[in-house]
């Protein structure tokens, strides 16, 4: 059976792009051939949808249209156009139900996936007190950190492309350990991080979806602190910076208490272990004709 993928991230430099490598090879594995203007077609939505996308051409409502919401539901004007429509949150799920949103089929819920596992390898080029990774636009757990990484006598490593022309103005270069790391050396990242710093897209946070980078790596074994977000308190026990929770509060109780910090990472990963990406290919897959 054929299929295409729909996705407006297919540059390695960009973290999206992982969803569309993954289930490809996921798929790959159950047997479904990835194949231009296939009639199963998956479109990831992260954001407006666009009128072309290479290898899957102009939206064509004979096929089978398949949406997964992953980022930026605010963004989007339609689904009635999808014959099948998946959220990566029940806040997701509720903001569309709020908003009226008109749907051929009920709404179902893949939560963000990962094809990544913990390993036992260490690497002295990943070994951190905090680590970041992305890229440099705005980021509120970048401003957060930066004042306390000379108060408390922190290790910071950033991943990423530019690190070296931050937008907020200050110069972390000293910090910039690389422009890229392959998916496959999360683990080791995670592993070496005594706490893994990750941030979200305002709406994400306040809508409620942790990103598939979360679950990535509590997957490999890291131990994650966000900045506030709804989803990622409410199903993931996870642990937020806020106001009311000061980052300063938790790299002071956690930083120095490896212990504490493994007992933390082992009850979040019970929560994920079935995100894989093969489980959600498995049910994408059920919705191909």
């Not at 594995?29 to 666009?50: E, S, T």
């Not at 089929?105 to 002295?124: A, G, M, T, W, Y």
């Not at 990622?232 to 790299?251: T, V, W």
Request: hydrophobic share 35%; net charge positive; with cysteine.
């Amino acid at each position: 059976m054929n299929y295409c993928i729909a996705s407006p991230h297919k540059n390695e430099l960009w973290y999206d792009y992982r969803l569309y490598v993954n289930l490809k090879q996921e798929f790959e594995k159950l047997g479904y051939v990835h194949c231009a203007g296939a009639k199963n077609r998956l479109y990831f939505l992260g954001g407006p949808q666009r009128l072309f996308y290479p290898k899957v051409g102009q939206f064509d409502n004979n096929a089978n249209n398949i949406a997964l919401v992953y980022c930026h539901p605010e963004k989007l004007e339609s689904l009635e156009q999808f014959d099948k429509v998946f959220v990566c949150s029940e806040g997701f799920k509720e903001y569309f139900q709020n908003k009226s949103f008109t749907t051929k089929q009920p709404i179902d819920v893949i939560p963000p996936f990962s094809s990544l596992k913990p390993i036992e390898q260490n690497r002295s080029r990943y070994e951190c007190d905090v680590s970041f990774m992305g890229v440099p636009r705005v980021r509120p757990a970048l401003d957060a950190i930066l004042p306390l990484v000379d108060e408390l006598g922190i290790k910071l490593s950033l991943f990423g492309p530019g690190w070296n022309n931050y937008p907020g103005g200050k110069s972390l270069e000293r910090y910039w350990v690389a422009r890229q790391i392959p998916y496959q050396h999360l683990p080791q990242l995670a592993r070496g991080s005594k706490i893994c710093l990750l941030d979200h897209h305002d709406s994400m946070n306040e809508i409620g979806s942790i990103s598939h980078k979360y679950v990535d790596f509590v997957m490999s074994g890291g131990f994650v602190v966000s900045d506030f977000n709804q989803d990622a308190i409410k199903y993931y026990n996870g642990i937020c910076f806020s106001e009311k929770r000061p980052l300063k509060d938790i790299l002071l109780e956690y930083l120095s208490d490896e212990g504490k910090r493994k007992k933390h990472i082992l009850m979040q990963q019970q929560i994920i272990m079935k995100q894989t990406t093969l489980d959600a290919a498995k049910k994408l897959a059920e919705n191909f004709v």
